[in-house]
């Protein structure tokens, strides 16, 4: 991964993580470093694993990297055009304040800039009328310095107030932006994407450009704005000494140069490096406990130490970096001033040169290097920011490969709805792993058809594609005669309702967690819900009813109490097809049969497709289809297909011995 370095501490292999030491076999993705997302990997030291793989050998490398992780110069060339474009689009709406805050800025730089003038008019031209005993030039100089700090301070006052307006809706547009995104982007994108990389995107991310915003792009703008003006005016002041001082500017440029060039790869490196920190954090504390039950935390411990270490590794890099820049700034800026005050007290000794623009020249010389130098300090919050902006420019640029169709095609109004359809149907996860190959299939309106099988025989794959979670790669899938590409959204979502074993419920209240289905539902028809799927009487029995909180992801319930919550928030949806995959799977014998009984009354007059193992749930279809290989095997109605002698008859027997 970017940002490995060597020297880390090495993490002892166990069963399952990669061999080091085993050459590449042939066909492996890892074996070809152009084929990797980021190009060749940093060297290793002998026998340290690579910590991309501390999950154990992924079967493809690029299976948790969004465009935003894509390191080939190709893609950092266009993701920095992407992030241009992005930050055109977040100031756009602001042009009216950007442009009062350049005023400011303007206003503020010349009122610094008159400092040095003044102190020259004083010394020049206050001076001698003073020994005469006429104080009014000197007086008026000071008054003029005091006037030209006194407008300083207020353009200043005024450009961080305008500024921190500007920053903080361009955060607020950004944060909301890359939200919206993730949650347009189709499923298979997050079953593949680590949520620790979205959760890095969404803080550590937007946290770098707010650093930015919030202390240093002003201090960036101004040290721009002093360079120029002070090389103007020393130029304006005195060519032959400002002629002196551009014997420094080959050593300035060069090493200016040298610093853009290497830092942008250095905080590139960092952004990934903490996004890999973030990612095993995050993975960890979600699977906490199967880390405590198989006792992984020094194993766990081992690879965030190793990540870790990458991460301060990358970030030492580019201090070092500003270890070089900023005292060679100063370095420069020591050596031209020594030089111009020899040079320039000759001038003054043969009166080629008064002592005040000596003085002048000297305060704009220390205000033309200051800035070079607080520059270093401040690049690196630009660096970091610009590498996070890329990388949400990334993320902004991932395409949904589940799209909304741009000509959205009504769903008709039929006596029964809900006629499912598969035509040529042809799906593989991967292309060189077909699931589904030409897949026929019609489902009446209102039958409940039950999909069994072994496991990878295709039955989630077919409820996926219904709900469209994925597109067929050839082949339609159709909901009353209209391809599922050509509805819209939300249309799609209130035809349809999955329900999952992997029930979600949501902090709040179980009120609030069954209106899912359906938010402008009342109280009396979420009652009724909960009350026709047989959740009534639990519900009343918590302490508060059903304005009871069920805490972070249900906790406060058991696993049967929430399938119970998500059958009755499906059934207030009221969709035209209700797919239940495997959604039983997690319930006690009495809490499946009081199930069983709520499931007629759920899938009256409704087209469903159920898949289950356990067979009393395919008890109640009116059809059964029995899958392998992702193709049909058996169809037909259970109590013929247990009397053929088939495949279901040879797992409805099994399963009535297991009841004796």
Do not use: C
Not at 45 to 50: I, K, R, V
Not at 194 to 206: A, E, N
Not at 320 to 348: E, F, H, K
């Amino acid at each position: 991964m970017t940002g490995a370095a060597a020297g880390r501490p090495r993490i002892p292999r166990q069963r399952g993580d990669p061999d080091p030491d085993r050459p590449p076999e042939p066909g492996d993705p890892d074996s070809d470093p152009a084929r990797r997302p980021g190009g060749p990997e940093p060297s290793r030291q002998p026998g340290e694993p690579e910590l991309s793989r501390w999950r154990g050998r992924a079967t493809d490398p690029d299976a948790d990297r969004s465009r935003a992780e894509d390191a080939t110069p190709e893609a950092v060339a266009r993701l920095r055009v992407r992030s241009r474009v992005l930050l055109g689009r977040l100031l756009r709406p602001h042009r009216r304040r950007l442009a009062l805050a350049v005023a400011l800025l303007l206003a503020q730089n010349a009122a610094a800039m008159a400092g040095p003038y003044l102190v020259m008019l004083g010394i020049d031209r206050g001076i001698g009328p003073l020994r005469s005993g006429d104080a009014g030039p000197l007086v008026a100089v000071a008054a003029a310095f005091a006037v030209a700090t006194g407008t300083e301070y207020a353009a200043r006052r005024a450009f961080l107030s305008v500024a921190a307006r500007i920053g903080q809706a361009v955060l607020l547009d950004l944060r909301g932006r890359v939200y919206g995104h993730f949650l347009r982007l189709d499923v298979g994108f997050h079953e593949r994407y680590t949520s620790g990389r979205m959760v890095s995107r969404l803080t550590s991310d937007l946290e770098s450009i707010a650093e930015l915003v919030d202390g240093g792009i002003d201090k960036l703008v101004m040290a721009a704005l002093s360079v120029l003006t002070v090389a103007g005016i020393l130029l304006w002041l005195d060519l032959p000494l400002a002629a002196a001082t551009l014997l420094a500017f080959p050593f300035l440029f060069g090493l200016s140069r040298w610093f853009a060039r290497a830092s942008a790869g250095a905080y590139r490196r960092t952004r990934e490096a903490v996004a890999l920190v973030i990612v095993h954090f995050v993975e960890s504390l979600r699977g906490i406990r199967v880390v405590q039950a198989y006792r992984r935390e020094p194993r766990n411990q081992l690879i965030f130490g190793a990540v870790n270490d990458g991460y301060r590794q990358a970030s030492l890099s580019a201090f070092r970096l500003i270890a070089v820049y900023s005292p060679g700034i100063r370095l420069i800026g020591n050596l031209t001033a020594a030089l111009v005050l020899a040079y320039g007290g000759v001038r003054v000794l043969g009166g080629r040169t008064e002592v005040g623009v000596l003085a002048a020249f000297l305060l704009y010389l220390r205000r033309f290097f200051e800035p070079m130098e607080e520059l270093s300090q401040f690049y690196n919050a630009l660096q970091s920011a610009t590498a996070a902006l890329e990388k949400l420019a990334g993320v902004l640029d991932e395409r949904p490969a589940v799209a909304e169709p741009a000509r959205p095609v009504p769903l008709p109004t039929v006596p029964r709805p809900g006629t499912v359809t598969f035509h040529g149907v042809h799906f593989g996860y991967r292309p060189d792993e077909p699931i589904l190959a030409g897949l026929e299939l019609t489902v009446p309106a209102g039958q409940t058809v039950a999909l069994i099988g072994p496991t990878g025989a295709g039955k989630s794959t077919i409820a996926k594609l219904l709900a469209r979670f994925h597109d067929p790669s050839a082949g339609t899938v159709s909901l009353d005669g209209i391809d599922l590409r050509d509805l819209a959204d939300a249309e799609l979502r209130r035809a349809v309702v999955l329900v999952t074993q992997e029930t979600h419920l949501f902090s709040g209240s179980v009120a609030e967690n069954i209106r899912f289905g359906r938010p402008d539902a009342d109280d009396a028809a979420v009652a009724a819900a909960a009350r026709a799927i047989g959740a009534h009487e639990f519900i009343a029995a918590l302490p508060d009813g059903y304005a009871t909180d069920v805490r972070r992801r249900g906790n406060r319930l058991s696993a049967g109490q929430r399938q119970l919550v998500a059958f009755a928030r499906a059934f207030l949806a009221d969709p035209r097809v209700l797919i239940l995959d495997e959604a039983t799977s997690s319930l006690d014998v009495p809490t499946e049969r009081l199930v069983q009984r709520a499931l007629h009354t759920v899938l009256r007059d409704r087209t469903a497709l159920v898949i289950a193992h356990r067979l009393s749930t395919v008890e109640i279809a009116d059809r059964v289809l029995v899958l392998d290989g992702g193709r049909i095997v058996e169809d037909g109605p259970p109590a013929e297909l247990a009397a053929a002698g088939g495949r279901y008859a040879e797992l409805h027997r099994r399963w009535r011995d297991s009841l004796i």
